[in-house]
């Protein structure tokens, strides 16, 4: 059967070209008939050989475009996110205005992480006693209170009531109110009591509620009450001892709030001294870093600033200059990002027309930008013990 079948085929391969060779016409039609078809696939073989040579050039050639169109989808669709993101967060705050609070109040940032407040003297502070005092009943604040360096011997492990009795001595006493974000322990703030205890000063300062380990949610009207409370409590202790308050940063609004409760009741400090203030919170929020994408975006004031007074927060330093009348020092650094420069001298601007206030000494001290102390550093300034000296009077005895 084999070999029939074998003859057969080759017979029709036999007349198949013989019929080809009879007829010319076949011969010029190769898409056609069983020679054609052979034709065509030696040809189409030849094509897809042709076909396999040039492939991966003509992938690598496809794929530069495709790769590129892969770049930009990724590019569209982060452009995309972001303005997703940039539309809804005025709105979320708008909606949310006390996320607004937190963002001012920053209290939730404790840095430097890990530091236990009840243990001053691991940060080189072991002349400073830690205690905890209640403004409101079952309400609690933490406290420091660091005697001027010469006492650093007598002070160890010395218990409150030998720290309290400290303040009979005739060194002054400087009651400070710290900024936003941290606690009492943030590094620039402990170099500053250091640098002032050096001076021959007490340094007493505490964490508002809802700051460090001290109880409560922050709130303007708290942080007045609580600045109000320790006061007064130094105060009653200190007699004719002078008792300044400094405040750096947001810690300049307590301070104008405190010192104006303190003129309006008749008995001011003896000095405020205003370390990197603004106007009012208002103007320090459009001047802020953080506001500067948002800054020129229609509708700012009412998706941003006016969340922020939804919350009853103001720090009106610039309405309190014209209720303050005792002596003014504000210091500034020009390179002061966080508080621009602008706002403490137009702070100082106010302060000099204020009628309360004429008759007081009213100085401002730049810092050149070229010192770089910026918005934290001021401390490091050589100048700044002159600088006190001369707005405060004689140097504290140092012994």
Partial sequence: MRKRSTLQTAEQDTDTGSLLDSDPDLKQRPGRGGGGGGGGTAAAAAAAAAGGRQGPEVERSMGTPFRRLGVMGKMKRMLLWFLVVYVSVPIVIKLCPSIQAKLVFLNFVRVPYFIDLKRPFDLGLNHTHNYYLEPEEGTRIGVWHTVPAHMWRDAQDKDGDWYDGTFSSAHPVILYLHGNSGTRGGDHRVQLYKVLSSLGYHVVTFDYRGWGDSDGSPAEGDMTSDALFMYDRLKLRLKKTPLYVWGHSLGTGVATN????????????????????????????????????????????????????????????????????????????????????????????????????????????????????????????PELPKILSDFLGSAPPVQ
Wanted: proline residues 6%.
């Fill in 258 to 381: 405190l010192v104006r409760r303190l003129c309006d009741r008749g008995n001011p400090p003896d000095a405020l001294i205003l370390e990197s203030p603004f106007t009012n919170i208002r103007e320090e929020a459009k001047s802020h870093p953080f506001s500067m994408v948002y800054r020129y975006l229609p509708g700012f004031d009412w998706f941003f600033l006016d969340a922020i007074t939804a919350n009853n927060i103001r720090f009106s330093s610039d309405e309190n200059m014209s209720h303050i009348s005792c002596p003014l020092l504000i210091l500034h650094a020009e390179d002061d990002s966080v508080v621009p420069f602008h706002l403490g001298k137009k702070l100082y601007d106010m302060a000099v027309r204020s009628q309360s206030l004429s008759g007081h000494k009213v100085h401002f001290v730049p810092f050149h930008s070229s010192l770089g102390y910026r918005h934290k550093l001021i401390y490091r300034s």
